[in-house]
């Protein structure tokens, strides 16, 4: 079965530059949508198809899908970026989550 | 602006059903997909399975032998039924929408399942 690999935490200083990762076998070939999870609430999208960012979403979050490995990007980081971020793909109409990496803003 | 409200028992025996409701206002049912999410506390999200609006549906395989997702469009509500739960089924359960392009645009806020005694 299809299996999505994120790192289980990833720290970034303030302002800095966070990338996330989501492995997968060629991922690249999948459209990837990214979630942002803050304790207690509910998953809010913040990129869809690899790069798009909803309404509402700074453009400081940013994404690439290529060969095994999508990213999701935080730029500029700030405090209220500390979360868990999921992957997301779907994989013959299964939804397939990643593993969830927590961020962390230093 | 669309909004998802889960319902239903926040305690369940061991053995028996698991039965949520989630009820969509602000729009329509037609023509999206919908879901229903779960979380067991400190882990990750679990996709349980979707169903379209006219009724088609699509399960998880790991748990496609416990479950059933209906829909009733006259009352804008879907549902999950989960049967023969142990604690493992204990979780944060989310309904949510996606349509054609595939991502999840809203959320409900979430409904806390226990399975106990």
């Known amino acids: 079965s299809y299996e999505l690999t994120q790192p289980l935490s990833v720290s970034v200083a303030l302002g800095q530059t966070a990338r996330i990762t989501c492995g997968g076998n060629?991922?690249?070939?999948?459209?990837v949508h990214w979630y942002q999870q803050k304790p207690g609430q509910a998953p809010v999208l913040v990129l869809y198809?690899?790069?798009n960012r909803p309404s509402g979403i700074p453009d400081r979050f940013s994404g690439s899908n290529s060969g095994n490995t999508a990213t999701l990007t935080i730029s500029r980081a700030q405090a209220g970026d500390e979360a868990d971020y999921y992957c997301?793909?779907?994989?013959?109409?299964?939804?397939?989550f990643g593993t969830g990496t927590k961020v962390t803003v230093l | 602006q669309v909004q998802l409200q889960e319902s239903g028992p926040g305690l369940v025996k061991p053995s028996e059903t698991l039965s949520l409701t989630c009820t969509v206002s602000?729009?329509?049912?037609?023509?999206?997909?919908w879901s229903w999410i779960r979380q067991p506390s400190g882990k990750g999200l679990e996709w349980i399975g979707w169903?379209?609006?006219?009724?088609?549906?699509n399960y998880n395989p790991s748990l496609k032998s416990r479950v059933t997702i209906s829909v009733d469009p006259s009352k804008n509500q879907f549902s999950l039924r989960l049967s023969s739960v142990t604690a493992a089924d204990t979780a944060v359960y989310y309904c949510?929408?996606?349509?054609?392009?595939?991502?999840?645009?809203?959320w409900g806020q979430g409904t806390l399942v226990t399975v106990s005694s």
């Open positions: 949510a929408r996606h349509g054609v392009t595939a991502y999840y645009d809203y």
């Open positions: 198809r690899d790069s």
């Open positions: 997301q793909v779907w994989d013959s109409s299964t939804g397939l």
């Open positions: 169903i379209y609006y006219s009724g088609t549906t």
């Open positions: 602000g729009g329509s049912i037609s023509s999206y997909y």
């Open positions: 060629n991922i690249g070939s999948k459209n």
